[in-house]
């Protein structure tokens, strides 16, 4: 059983289109956050969602907005997409916000 | 929240020899610095942590100390193989946001 899985692996869509990114975690684990992976690299922090408690990177914009339906779950949505949103997107999960996190597959985001 | 930096950004060194990748971390009130490999299409993996209340911990060709007075961390790759390129992450983690990677350093083997 994967651990932490992301759907889909692959998306393609145009601008201004609204789409989201599914992250299921299985390990019972009360931390999940969302990374954004850019093409230098970079994995930069969107998202953390402990004991129910969300905290946003100031620097994302509000097109951005993660979804917890139950605590298994960590859902991703973007509004209006626009070109600069083209990336990989991680989810991962984590026993609390000082523990090993384990990271989905990725979702290779590509807006045209 | 926590600012992670991290140096160098590629490193190349001969298959055999060693390599090191400093970071060093902002908030005092992190207490726990995991370290990721994520090789090209994968998704980053775990390969060593350390926790503040430790200096050095060692698993085999890979080791991290960590000083937490001058608020940096480090990792040691010896006797370094092929398989070893790849990006490494160094991350810390607050009380406020979790995990914060630093911005990764290309390794590459030369044979």
């Known amino acids: 059983d994967t651990a932490v899985s992301q759907t889909p692996k692959y998306l393609v869509t145009q601008m201004g289109n609204d789409k989201s990114i599914k992250c299921e975690q299985n390990?019972?684990?009360?931390?999940m956050y969302w990374y954004k992976q850019d093409s230098k690299k970079f994995l930069k922090i969107m998202f953390s969602?402990?004991?129910?408690?969300?905290?946003i990177n100031e620097t994302v914009p509000n097109r951005f907005s993660p979804k917890s339906p139950d605590k298994a779950h960590l859902n991703l949505h973007i509004n209006s997409l626009e070109l600069g949103d083209s990336a990989v997107y991680f989810c991962?999960?984590?026993?609390?916000?000082?523990?090993?996190?384990?990271f989905g597959q990725g979702t290779r985001l590509t807006v045209v | 929240g926590e600012n992670v930096e991290q140096h160098p950004s590629t490193l190349s060194v001969q298959e055999g020899d060693s390599a090191v990748i400093k970071c060093t971390y902002s908030?005092?009130?992190?207490?726990?610095f995991p370290w990721y490999k994520q090789e090209l299409g994968k998704r980053p993996q775990l390969i060593i942590d350390?926790?503040?209340?430790?200096g050095e911990k060692k698993d085999q060709r890979i080791a991290v100390t960590l000083n937490k007075t001058a608020k940096h961390f480090s990792l040691h790759i010896t006797e370094t193989q092929p398989e070893d390129s790849a990006v490494y992450f160094c991350?810390?983690?607050?009380?406020?946001?979790?995990?914060?990677f630093g911005k990764g350093t290309h390794l590459i083997i030369q044979p």
């Open positions: 969602y402990n004991n129910k408690e969300l905290i």
């Open positions: 350390i926790r503040s209340n430790v």
């Open positions: 908030d005092s009130a992190s207490n726990y």
């Open positions: 390990l019972g684990h009360d931390t």
């Open positions: 991350a810390a983690s607050d009380l406020v946001d979790g995990l914060t």
């Open positions: 991962a999960s984590a026993g609390s916000l000082r523990t090993e996190a384990f």
